[in-house]
Structure formats: C-alpha cells, structure tokens
C-alpha cells in the first residue's frame, strides 16, 4: 500500500511562488511516474504536470511552462513541484498522484487522472490579486 501527503500550500500573491511536497510511504514506488493535478471549485480535476520515475522525462501542460518545474528525489521518497509566477486562476486543491509504469508513458498517459492508483489528500493553494 501506498500513501502521498502532500504540504507545501498555502496563501500567496499574485507573482509570487510555493514548493509543494509529495512524500510517500508505504510500498516503493520503484518504476512509479508522479503526476500533479489540480481542482478548482465547480471544475473537473485537471492534469498539470508529470515525472517518471527516473526523472529523465518530465511532462507539463502548456498553462504552466516556464512557470512551474517537478523533480523527485527517490532516495527520499518525495516529489517536488516548483510554482513561480503564480496567477490567480492557478488557485485550487492540489494533488499528487503516482501509477506505476515499465515504460515512457504518452503525455495522454501522464495527464489521465483516471490511470493513477494513488492519491494524496490534496492541498490548498490560494493566489490572491
């Protein structure tokens, strides 16, 4: 069994930066990808960003690019998410996700939130005006 606890959230400016966690318990997650999603209220959870396993791929959608970076640290079991630039639309409950693979998943693979088998509680990120 597999647990995620995200931290890291919080309230911030607009144009301002949070580092979330994702620290997981439990079970290895040797050949696992991480993924982020976010969900806003009265919206659908979306995918925004994903790493595999060994770091060398990382997955991100277009609304993030050149504002937020993932990393993992396997050795200590934890997954980083690097918000800068933060708008307030980026405002909602933050979720890490991770699902094993043996291959490089497709970016349609990454951002299915239907594919992932573990789930952290989520977290609250809040970007004021």
């Given at each position: 069994?597999?647990?995620?606890?995200?931290?890291?959230?919080?309230?911030?400016?607009?144009?301002?930066?949070?580092?979330?966690?994702?620290?997981?318990?439990?079970?290895?997650?040797?050949?696992?990808?991480?993924?982020?999603?976010?969900?806003?209220?009265?919206?659908?959870?979306?995918?925004?960003?994903?790493?595999?396993?060994?770091?060398?791929?990382?997955?991100?959608?277009?609304?993030?690019?050149?504002?937020?970076?993932?990393?993992?640290?396997?050795?200590?079991?934890?997954?980083?998410?690097?918000?800068?630039?933060?708008?307030?639309?980026?405002?909602?409950?933050?979720?890490?996700a991770?699902?094993?693979v043996?291959?490089?998943?497709?970016?349609?693979?990454?951002?299915?939130?239907?594919?992932?088998?573990?789930?952290?509680?989520?977290?609250?990120?809040?970007?004021?005006?």
């Amino acid at each position: 069994q597999v647990q995620l606890v995200e931290s890291g959230g919080g309230l911030v400016q607009a144009g301002g930066s949070l580092r979330l966690s994702c620290a997981a318990s439990g079970r290895t997650l040797e050949s696992y990808v991480m993924g982020w999603f976010r969900q806003a209220p009265g919206k659908e959870r979306e995918f925004v960003s994903g790493i595999t396993w060994s770091g060398g791929r990382t997955y991100y959608v277009d609304w993030v690019k050149g504002r937020f970076t993932i990393s993992r640290d396997n050795a200590k079991n934890t997954g980083h998410l690097q918000m800068n630039s933060l708008k307030p639309e980026d405002t909602a409950v933050y979720y890490c996700a991770a699902r094993q693979v043996l291959g490089i998943p497709t970016p349609q693979a990454m951002g299915a939130g239907r594919l992932y088998d573990y789930w952290g509680q989520g977290i609250q990120v809040t970007v004021s005006s």
